[in-house]
């Protein structure tokens, strides 16, 4: 787990856009600092916790959206067209 978070920190790090759009900002005269948080989930053998069920993509495309789901995207203000 750590090995995959320095990994991603270096690949961020070494991102030429990334470096490209906060050198930008900051000769605009602003202060940048970039904070990231990840969340990594794994599972052995090919097993799911029972208490995190895995979700799943119907034939139809739809994915199956639960409450926290939709607390979590309208923080983020992502609209979620319920359309059935």
Do not use: C, W, Y
Request: hydrophobic share 40%; glycine share 8%.
């Amino acid at each position: 787990m750590k090995e995959l978070g320095e990994a991603i920190n270096q690949a961020v790090a070494d991102s030429d856009r990334v470096t490209d759009v906060m050198g930008r900002m900051r000769a605009s005269g602003h202060d940048v600092f970039l904070a990231l948080e990840a969340t990594i989930g794994f599972t052995s053998d090919g097993a799911t916790s029972p208490a995190k069920p895995r979700r799943e993509l119907h034939s139809s495309g739809e994915l199956d959206i639960t409450s926290q789901d939709l607390q979590f995207l309208r923080s983020l203000r992502i609209a979620v067209n319920d359309q059935k």
